[in-house]
């Protein structure tokens, strides 16, 4: 069997094109434009290149968008004080810092400052505390576990009563998608397991595992014979493993590769992801559905 390979940027295009068109009704209905600010301290190419990223989509979906840039040493009062701006300012209803932040400055004192209900990322305690709680609580999923949740509801795998096993027990991957497909509502209800390094039979839990999602960093961690056939296997794994020459550009570019033996599993699962092209492409798609959300709860909206 040839697995059904669960492409996340075509996932991800269906998103947003759902998106415009909510974005669109918005605006002509209650005159609301979605507003997203992005904050990006220093210059540090990788930040900058998600920055960009996340500019270029909110554009393309016709947000009102703000890039606001801060030099390297900003202090954390000034920075504070950004924020508090931004959570006083009615045309943003999504704030985001993106993450390194310089030594010198507290990351969590600055994300704790984010008004909970303009946290698109979802990372805040009080968001973390609502998706803990469920149903109408639970406000902003953070983005990558919910893109996962996606990915798996739109490749039609039933997901009630599923067994759920996820490798990683991360605040921003596998605690959370542990949370959501835990949950009494649609696209989740499952019986969900999470194993980490000290789990004592990793390979026994995998096996059960209806749909596995994993995301534990380590090229080829879960080894075929781990896989039930017929199963949904997302790999959130990013792992570089090597450098090679871009085709389309010429220049050096990072060789990926997923927690997943990728060309076995696809010979024994009934989908899975790729590395990229997978989980990735949805993070950013998931943070304009949260801006939108925010949009819409700030302004009475159903
Ligand atoms: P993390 O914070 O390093 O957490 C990794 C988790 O995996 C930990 O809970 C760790 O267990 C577990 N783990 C590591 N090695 C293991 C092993 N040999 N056996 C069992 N469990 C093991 O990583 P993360 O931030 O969740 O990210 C995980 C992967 O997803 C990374 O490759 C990252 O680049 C990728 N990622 C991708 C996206 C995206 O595509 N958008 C977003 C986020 C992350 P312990 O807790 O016991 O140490």
Partial sequence: MTAKIISG????QQIREELKKEVAEMKEKHGVVPGLVTILVGEDPASISYVTAKQKTSHELDFHSIQDNQPPDVSEEALLQLIDKYNND????????????PKHIDEKKVLNAIDPD????GFHPVNVGRLMIGGDEAKFLPCTPAGIQEL????GFETSGAEVVVVGRS??????????MLQKAAGANATVTIVHTRTKDMAAHCKRADI???????PDLVKPEWIKPGSCVIDVGVNRVGEKISEKTGKKIAILKGDVNFEAAKEIAGAITPVPGGVGPMTITMLMKNTVKAAKFANNIQ
């Fill in 152 to 155: 798996i509801v739109r490749a």
């Fill in 212 to 218: 596995l999602v994993v995301a534990a960093g380590v």
């Fill in 118 to 121: 303009k946290d698109v990322d």
């Fill in 171 to 180: 605040n921003i991957v596998g605690k959370p998608i542990a949370n959501i």
């Fill in 90 to 101: 009615p045309q943003i209803h999504g704030i985001l810092v993106q993450l390194p932040l």
């Fill in 9 to 12: 940027k075509e996932v991800a």
